[in-house]
């Protein structure tokens, strides 16, 4: 997923880019509402992350511009106003999501997810495929090579969201949460432990491997 951020305050614009980049993403910055507007029209971004006020063209006239033009892009606005009265202006001007400052990581995150998925109705599909690893989601089932492998809850979760961010480079943090629900590190080896569990059903029977150790930044599953 590509992700535009437009933030005046720089400082704000490189930890948000730099979350998005942990995730997966791919994160472009502008830091004024004319640099953003610019940008965006390229039509190549999946969500835009876009502060209210900035300077040259605040958040809100930027995203009406881009509403006038027929872009469809989700947005997230992001702002210190939090009134009713403020965030009715933002979803009036365009906006599809209003998060007040300061935020949580986690829900700026989370908000994203959810403003892809809904552009992108296959980010909820329930059959996965990566090579010839095969998960029925319905069905609680996974297969490689039309072999059944038989998971246990846990691994089950840790396959699909390795799955669902197949190609990508998963880090330990995103683990923790999506997986465990853990919003700290509780220092054990917890991970390690399953990942293993889950090479040995996935990988060892097979002639080539599909989850990668991608050292000092996480994992990763590729056909």
Same mark, same amino acid.
């Given at each position: 997923?590509?992700?535009?951020?437009?933030?005046?305050?720089?400082?704000?614009?490189?930890?948000?880019?730099?979350?998005?980049?942990?995730?997966?993403? !791919?994160?472009?910055?502008?830091?004024?509402?004319?640099?953003?507007?610019?940008?965006?029209?390229?039509?190549?971004?999946?969500?835009?992350?876009?502060?209210?006020?900035?300077?040259?063209?605040?958040?809100?006239?930027?995203?009406?511009?881009?509403?006038?033009?027929?872009?469809?892009?989700?947005?997230?606005?992001?702002?210190?106003?939090?009134?009713?009265?403020?965030?009715?202006?933002?979803?009036? &001007?365009?906006?599809? $999501?209003?998060?007040?400052?300061?935020?949580?990581?986690?829900?700026?995150?989370?908000? !994203?997810?959810?403003?892809?998925?809904?552009?992108?109705?296959?980010?909820?599909?329930?059959?996965?495929?990566?090579?010839?690893?095969?998960?029925?989601?319905?069905?609680?089932?996974?297969?490689?090579?039309?072999?059944?492998?038989?998971?246990?809850?846990?691994?089950?979760?840790?396959?699909?969201?390795?799955?669902?961010? &197949?190609?990508?480079?998963?880090?330990?943090?995103?683990?923790?949460?999506?997986?465990?629900?853990?919003?700290?590190?509780?220092?054990?080896?917890?991970? $390690?432990?399953?990942?293993?569990?889950?090479?040995?059903?996935?990988?060892?029977?097979?002639?080539?491997?599909?989850?990668?150790?991608?050292?000092?930044?996480?994992?990763?599953?590729?056909?």
């Amino acid at each position: 997923m590509r992700v535009l951020i437009v933030e005046d305050d720089r400082e704000v614009a490189r930890n948000i880019a730099k979350m998005l980049r942990e995730c997966g993403h !791919v994160a472009d910055t502008a830091h004024d509402g004319e640099d953003g507007l610019e940008l965006a029209r390229d039509g190549a971004f999946d969500v835009l992350i876009v502060d209210r006020m900035m300077p040259r063209r605040d958040g809100l006239s930027m995203i009406a511009a881009l509403r006038e033009e027929g872009d469809k892009t989700p947005v997230l606005i992001l702002s210190a106003l939090g009134e009713v009265d403020d965030r009715v202006e933002g979803l009036k &001007a365009g906006g599809d $999501d209003y998060l007040v400052k300061p935020y949580a990581p986690s829900e700026l995150i989370a908000r !994203v997810d959810a403003l892809a998925r809904r552009r992108n109705p296959e980010a909820v599909k329930t059959r996965l495929e990566v090579g010839d690893l095969e998960m029925d989601l319905l069905a609680r089932t996974v297969k490689r090579g039309g072999e059944a492998i038989l998971l246990q809850p846990r691994e089950f979760r840790l396959l699909e969201f390795l799955m669902r961010n &197949a190609g990508q480079v998963v880090t330990r943090t995103m683990l923790l949460e999506k997986v465990w629900d853990y919003h700290f590190d509780p220092q054990t080896n917890v991970i $390690d432990v399953h990942i293993s569990r889950l090479r040995a059903k996935i990988d060892k029977p097979y002639d080539t491997a599909m989850l990668h150790t991608v050292r000092g930044a996480g994992y990763r599953l590729q056909p």
